[in-house]
Each structure stands twice: as structure tokens, then as C-alpha cells.
T-cell receptor
Framework: DSGVTQTPKHLITATGQRVTLRCSPRSGDLSVYWYQQSLDQGLQFLIQYYNGEERAKGNILERFSAQQFPDLHSELNLSSLELGDSALYFC???????????FGSGTRLTVV | GNSVTQMEGPVTLSEEAFLTINCTYTATGYPSLFWYVQYPGEGLQLLLKATKADDKGSNKGFEATYRKETTSFHLEKGSVQVSDSAVYFCAPTFPLDTGKLIFGQGTTLQVKP
């Protein structure tokens, strides 16, 4: 157990639907990062939060949004889902950038 | 801009062979450097890190040295095992860029008995 908890582990949904992925960071970590891993695109940075505030945005689609709550857990919302959104979505947390990240085990999203 | 280039795979080796996976970066400033490993069906795990020039990170027999002059952080292991079969990611984090990790494309290592 890495200390970063992601739920659900697997999600199958239809095109056009909306889903929410949840991440609880390791205790004490203020930063949360979301990454998308697909076969053809590798690991793509989506968004970073630090202590409740958005810190950086990467290649995140407008259909996607995220937030970090006062208890530091984070949610990634994916809407109007398309087949191409099928991927592994990882959450990671860190206390400081040069300490490295701790990753969760990921949510595998399949859009059918 | 900040970027990372990683040796393409797959890399196939016999058990006990020597491993090198090349990683170079371009950066404004001096990044901290990390190698992550992803075993089949799992998330990413931090393998080793180095935060300043000439630092050597090591773990589980793997080593990498922060080479500022060549902007490189090559991963090495003297004798690989079947259990080392995984995908390896080089990932700098750039202190002037919020600290997010930028991942290389990953190198798949397959070790045969």
C-alpha cells in the first residue's frame, strides 16, 4: 500500500456519460497530481493542486475538471466521455517536489 | 522548454546481463531527477532519485548519476533478474515549473531466464 488511495479501480461506462475519479493523498502531502496513461500517449500530466488550489495545468481537456477539497482529497471529473478517453488515470501526491511522488494504483476507465 | 528524452524500447536481455537505459533532459535551471518503475498491472513506484549535480541515486541494485554537463541521468544495473521486467520512466521535475514531473515515454525491459 503506497498510502495514496484511488477509487474506483475499474470503471466501465458509455460514451457521453460523466464519471468522477477519487484520490486520497498520502497523509501529510499537500500536493496532488493527476496523470493519464494511454498506450499511444504515454503518461500525460493533467493537473496539479496544492493545498486546495490549482497550481498547474497540463494537457487537460475542457471536458475534464478537478478539485481538491479541504481534507486534501481530490476528484477528477470526466464528462461527455469519448472512446478515446479510455485510459489509466493515476493520482500522485507529494510533500515537496524534490522528494518525488507517491502514486496510487490507478483507475482503469473503459468507455464503450 | 523543459523536456526529457528516454531510450526507446523494448529492451530484451538475458538474466545477469548489464542494463543501461539512457535518459537526457533539456531544462531551464537544475531539475531534480527521478526514475520510476511500473510493474505489470501496477502503479508507478519511485526507484531512485538525485537532486543535484554528481549525486548518485541507487536502489535495488539500480544506479543513476546526475550528470549536469551532459544533462543525463542514465539508469544502470550490473546484473538484471527476471523480476526486473517492467517499464522504466525517467522523470525530471523542474523547480521553476511548479515541481510537476515530466515523464519520458517509458522503456519496457524484458528479462529472459
Amino acid at each position: 500500500d503506497s498510502g495514496v488511495t484511488q477509487t474506483p479501480k475499474h470503471l466501465i461506462t458509455a460514451t457521453g456519460q460523466r464519471v468522477t475519479l477519487r484520490c486520497s493523498p498520502r497523509s501529510g502531502d499537500l500536493s496532488v497530481y493527476w496523470y493519464q496513461q494511454s498506450l499511444d500517449q504515454g503518461l500525460q500530466f493533467l493537473i496539479q493542486y496544492y493545498n486546495g488550489e490549482e497550481r498547474a495545468k497540463g494537457n487537460i481537456l475542457e471536458r475534464f475538471s478537478a478539485q481538491q477539497f479541504p481534507d486534501l482529497h481530490s476528484e477528477l471529473n470526466l464528462s461527455s466521455l469519448e472512446l478515446g478517453d479510455s485510459a489509466l488515470y493515476f493520482c500522485a501526491s507529494s510533500a515537496q517536489a524534490n522528494y518525488g511522488y507517491t502514486f496510487g494504483s490507478g483507475t482503469r476507465l473503459t468507455v464503450v | 522548454g523543459n523536456s526529457v528524452t528516454q531510450m526507446e524500447g523494448p529492451v530484451t536481455l538475458s538474466e545477469e546481463a548489464f542494463l543501461t537505459i539512457n535518459c537526457t533532459y533539456t531544462a531551464t535551471g537544475y531539475p531534480s531527477l527521478f526514475w520510476y518503475v511500473q510493474y505489470p498491472g501496477e502503479g508507478l513506484q519511485l526507484l531512485l532519485k538525485a537532486t543535484k549535480a554528481d549525486d548518485k541515486g541507487s536502489n535495488k541494485g539500480f544506479e543513476a548519476t546526475y550528470r549536469k554537463e551532459t544533462t543525463s541521468f542514465h539508469l544502470e544495473k550490473g546484473s538484471v533478474q527476471v523480476s526486473d521486467s517492467a517499464v522504466y520512466f525517467c522523470a525530471p521535475t523542474f523547480p521553476l515549473d511548479t515541481g510537476k514531473l515530466i515523464f519520458g515515454q517509458g522503456t519496457t525491459l524484458q528479462v529472459k531466464p
